[in-house]
C-alpha cells in the first residue's frame, strides 16, 4: 500500500508539472539509444525499445512524463509529420520504452526524438533527433547465395585463406548503399580496396545449426563511377578451425562459405542489387594458416597486389560453387561488435635465462600484437606469446597445452612493413620474438586490445592498493573473455561460453559494464542449444554436441546460468523483455529440475 501511494503522490506531481511547465527551462534530454545502441544499423527487432538519459542541474529532479515521436526523416520531424507519437505519457521510465508504430519495413531509417516533464514543473525541449536503421526482415529480402569456393583443400588442418572478388560497374549518382554480410566461417570484406567497417571475428560465434549473424554496413563513400570491386578474405573461426582441446576441427562444417549482398539506391529512384553468386572468383594469398588456437602463418611474398581492387587480372583464379542454404536463419546482431579498444606499447625488452628476447607488455591482454619491420626477403619473424615466466625467468607456455598462440611472419623485402593477423587472437603478457633482424625495439611493436565494445560503467576504488589491483584484474578479465561470448579463459586450447563462469559473474560484469546487449545475444544462444527435456549444456555455444561428449549438459551451478543470467539482466538494467523471451527456457530448466528431485 504504501508503494501504491507513492505512486499517486507522483501522478499529482505529473499533472502539477504539465500544468505549470514551461518551455527552455533546464532540463535536457541526452544520450538516446535504441536497443541499447546508439544510432543502430541494421536491427531486426519489430518493436524496438528507446531509452534516454535526462540533465537538470537541480537536485531531486524525477521524471513525470515522456512523449516520443518518430518519423521517417529528420524534415518530416521538425514539420511534425510523423509516422508515430506516443502522446504525453505519465511515466518515471527513461529506458526500454516500445515503439508502437506501425510496423516496421525493411531497409528502412527511422527518426526519433523525446522530450521529458519533470517534477519541478519543467519541460523539456525536443532531444536532438537520432534514428535507427532495419535490416533484411524477410527472407525474401536476401536475393544474394551462399558460394564457397572451388578450392582444393586438406580437410584435417588449417588451409590458405580463400580469396573472393568480383568486379562490377556504376553509371548512374548513388544516393546510399548498405553491404550486408555473413559467414560460415569468419570474413573480412573490402569494397574498392578499402575495409569495410571495423569489427573483427565477424560474423561472430553463435549456435549455427540454428543462427548467423549478418552484419550490415553503410558503403555509400567507397563507390564510384565505372568498375568497382567486392572482395572478401574468409577465415577458419570457429566454425572449421579448432574448437575444444581434442584437436578437433570442422565442428559445423568443413567448407567455408559467404553470403553478401550489396543494395544500391540511386538519385533516380532505382535500385540495383550485386549479391554473391556464381560470377565470383576464387583464389588464395599470403595467409596460409588461420587458427584461434594456433595462430596464423603469413608468407607476405604471396601477396596478389591490387586483388581486391577493379581492374585486377584474375584469369587464373578459380571459379566458385553455389551452396544451398543452411536450414539456420540469418539475425542481426543484437550483442556488440567485437572491435580493437586499446593499445598498449611493450613497458621493456627481456632477455630470460634460456636466451629468448621477451617483450614485456607490462599488462596481461587479449588481442594481438602490431609491428613493423624492414627485412631481406624470405625472413621469417616469429611471435610467441605467454602470460607468465617461469621461477627462473623463462618463458612459460605449458599452460596453454596444445594452443601455440604462434605468429609466422615472411618478410617481402619492400621496405617497411607493416602486419597484425587476421583471424586469431592471443592471451598474453610476453612476447618471445624470433628472427628478428637487429635488435628488437619496442616501438615497433603495439599491442592490440580486442574485446566486444562494452562500455564500463562502474568503477571500485579503495584506500588499500591490494583491492584496488584486484578490481584491476577483474575488470582486464572481463575484458578478455568477452569476446563475443562470455569464455572461461582467452589463452588455452579451450576458450568456451562455459554457463557455470558466466552465471557466477554475471553480476559483477553487469556492474563493471554495460552487458545486457551482450548477454542478450548469447542467452538466445542458451536458449536455442538447451536440450529438448530442458537440460542445458556446460558450453554455449554448445560445440561439445559435435563432438564425442553428447549428454554434456544439466550440471547445477552450470545450467542453472538459464534463470540466473535473465534475472541479473532484468535486476540490472530493468529489461523486462529479456525475462519474456527466456521464460521458456527458464522454465524448462526448472522443470527438468524438479523431475530429477522427484517427489522426495
Not at 553509371?171 to 573490402?190: C, H, N, P, Q
Not at 619491420?373 to 605449458?398: C, M, Q, W
Not at 536458449?527 to 542445458?536: N, P, T, Y
Request: proline share 5%.
Amino acid at each position: 500500500m504504501k508503494w501504491k501511494l507513492i505512486a499517486a503522490g507522483w501522478t499529482a506531481a505529473i499533472v502539477s508539472g504539465s500544468a505549470v511547465g514551461t518551455l527552455g527551462a533546464p532540463l535536457t534530454v541526452k544520450n538516446l539509444r535504441c536497443e541499447y545502441k546508439v544510432d543502430p544499423m541494421g536491427i531486426d527487432v519489430g518493436k524496438p525499445r528507446l531509452s534516454w538519459e535526462l540533465v537538470n542541474p537541480e537536485r531531486g529532479v524525477l521524471e513525470t512524463s515522456y512523449e516520443i515521436r518518430v518519423a521517417q526523416s529528420e524534415a518530416d520531424l521538425a514539420k511534425g509529420k510523423l509516422l508515430w507519437d506516443s502522446g504525453k505519457q505519465p511515466s518515471e521510465a527513461s529506458i526500454q520504452m516500445e515503439y508502437g508504430g506501425p510496423a516496421l519495413e525493411s531497409r528502412r531509417i527511422y527518426y526519433w526524438q523525446v522530450r521529458v516533464a519533470d517534477n519541478h514543473g519543467h519541460l523539456s525541449d525536443w532531444s536532438q533527433p537520432a534514428h535507427w536503421e532495419t535490416g533484411l526482415l524477410e527472407a525474401t529480402d536476401w536475393t544474394a547465395k551462399w558460394i564457397t569456393p572451388d578450392l582444393v583443400e586438406d580437410e584435417t588442418k588449417s588451409n590458405p585463406a580463400p580469396l573472393l572478388r568480383r568486379e562490377f560497374s556504376l553509371d548512374k549518382k548513388v544516393k546510399s548503399a548498405r553491404l550486408y554480410i555473413t559467414a560460415m566461417g569468419l570474413y573480412e570484406m573490402s569494397l574498392n580496396g578499402k575495409r569495410v567497417g571495423d569489427e573483427y571475428f565477424t560474423p561472430g560465434w553463435t549456435s549455427y545449426d540454428f543462427r548467423y549473424q549478418y552484419q550490415t554496413y553503410d558503403v555509400t563513400g567507397s563507390l564510384k563511377n565505372g568498375a568497382n570491386c567486392l572482395a572478401a578474405v574468409l577465415g577458419d573461426g570457429w566454425f572449421r578451425g579448432r574448437v575444444a582441446w581434442d584437436d578437433k576441427r570442422n565442428s559445423y562444417g568443413k567448407k567455408l562459405a559467404l553470403l553478401a549482398q550489396l543494395v544500391i539506391a540511386y538519385n533516380d529512384g532505382t535500385q540495383q542489387i550485386i549479391g554473391t553468386d556464381d560470377r565470383w572468383k576464387s583464389a588464395t594469398g599470403a595467409v596460409l594458416e588461420s587458427d584461434i588456437y594456433n595462430g596464423e602463418t603469413y608468407d607476405a611474398r604471396l601477396e596478389q597486389p591490387g586483388w581486391n581492387q577493379a581492374g585486377f587480372d584474375d584469369k587464373n583464379w578459380k571459379s566458385v560453387a553455389v551452396l544451398p542454404p543452411p536450414k539456420a536463419k540469418l539475425v542481426a546482431p543484437a550483442g556488440p561488435p567485437v572491435k580493437a579498444m586499446e593499445q598498449i606499447t611493450p613497458a621493456k625488452v627481456l632477455k630470460t635465462p634460456g636466451g629468448d628476447t621477451v617483450l614485456d607488455m607490462g599488462q596481461n591482454m587479449v588481442g594481438w600484437i602490431r609491428f613493423r619491420l624492414s627485412a631481406p626477403a624470405g625472413t621469417t619473424i616469429t611471435l610467441r606469446h605467454a602470460e607468465v615466466l617461469d621461477k627462473t625467468g623463462n618463458f612459460y607456455t605449458a599452460n596453454l597445452r596444445s594452443a601455440q598462440q604462434t605468429i609466422r611472419y615472411t618478410a617481402k623485402g619492400q621496405g617497411t612493413e607493416t602486419f597484425q593477423p587476421h583471424f586469431t587472437f592471443q592471451g598474453f603478457r610476453y612476447v618471445s620474438v624470433g628472427g628478428w633482424p637487429g635488435e628488437v625495439n619496442p616501438e615497433d611493436f603495439t599491442g592490440i586490445v580486442v574485446h566486444s565494445a562494452i562500455s564500463r560503467t562502474g568503477t571500485f576504488e579503495t584506500s588499500n592498493p591490494l583491492l584496488n589491483q584486484l578490481q584491476h584484474n577483474i575488470i582486464w578479465g572481463q575484458k578478455g573473455n568477452f569476446l563475443d561470448v562470455p569464455t572461461d579463459c582467452p589463452q588455452r586450447d579451450e576458450r568456451l561460453g562455459w554457463t557455470g563462469d558466466a552465471q557466477v559473474f554475471a553480476r559483477t560484469a553487469s556492474f563493471n559494464h554495460d552487458t545486457a546487449a551482450f548477454y542478450t545475444k548469447w542467452l538466445n544462444d542458451v536458449a536455442l542449444d538447451q536440450e529438448d527435456d530442458g537440460a542445458v549444456p556446460f558450453v554455449i555455444p554448445n560445440v561439445l554436441s559435435h563432438q564425442t561428449r553428447k549428454g554434456a549438459a544439466a550440471s547445477a551451478g552450470w545450467a542453472d546460468v538459464a534463470v540466473i543470467v535473465p534475472w541479473v539482466v532484468y535486476q540490472s538494467y530493468g529489461d523486462i523483455r529479456i525475462l519474456a523471451e527466456q521464460y521458456q527456457s527458464m522454465k524448462a530448466w526448472v522443470e527438468y529440475m524438479r523431475r530429477q528431485a522427484g517427489e522426495k
